[in-house]
Every structure is written in C-alpha cells, then in structure tokens.
C-alpha cells in the first residue's frame, strides 16, 4: 500500500510542477496563471515529493527507500511527460 500512496504522490508531485512551468501553462490553459497560483504549484509539487520520500523511508530504511523513491520518481515524470506530448499531439500547440 505504501508503494502505490508514494506512486499517487510522485505522480501529483510532476503534475503540479509541470502546470508550474509557464510554457505548460500557455500550451494547456492559453494564458499564464498568477504568480501565486504558479507559487502553489511548486509548494504542491515539493511537499508530495517529499512526503512520498518520507513515507519509503518509513517503511524501507534509508537504503532501499531511496532506491525505490528514485523508481517512483522515474516512472512518475515519465508518465507526466509522455502525457504533455500526447496531448500537445492531440490538441496542437500553438507557436507563441
């Protein structure tokens, strides 16, 4: 259970920090966000990373908590990324 809690927090973690990204923010909403909106991405962002390194490190130790972190992280940011260039496919993307 920890795997797929830390797996949901990796993957909301990327998702929060692409919507962060100002050309992520042109390409899915047409316009930039506020800055604080962009300021609650990033926090959204480091604390699911975070807390998904805690609770591996909880369950696992140091060692394998890592290992298993770096995995989920891996894995996250490439579903995150192959799904911005499906999307990008899908909808277009429009040169500024």
């Given at each position: 259970m920890s795997h797929l809690l830390s797996f949901a927090l990796c993957l909301t973690g990327f998702t929060a920090l692409a919507f962060a990204t100002n050309r992520q923010q042109?390409?899915?909403f047409g316009r930039l966000l506020r800055p604080s909106t962009t300021y609650v991405h990033r926090m959204v962002s480091a604390c699911a990373l975070v807390f998904a390194l805690g609770i591996l490190v909880a369950r696992q130790?140091?060692?394998l908590?890592?290992?298993m972190f770096s995995g989920h992280t891996s894995l996250a940011a490439g579903i995150v990324f192959c799904a911005l260039i499906g999307r990008a496919r899908t909808f277009g993307r429009k040169l500024l």
């Amino acid at each position: 259970m920890s795997h797929l809690l830390s797996f949901a927090l990796c993957l909301t973690g990327f998702t929060a920090l692409a919507f962060a990204t100002n050309r992520q923010q042109r390409d899915i909403f047409g316009r930039l966000l506020r800055p604080s909106t962009t300021y609650v991405h990033r926090m959204v962002s480091a604390c699911a990373l975070v807390f998904a390194l805690g609770i591996l490190v909880a369950r696992q130790g140091w060692s394998l908590g890592l290992v298993m972190f770096s995995g989920h992280t891996s894995l996250a940011a490439g579903i995150v990324f192959c799904a911005l260039i499906g999307r990008a496919r899908t909808f277009g993307r429009k040169l500024l």
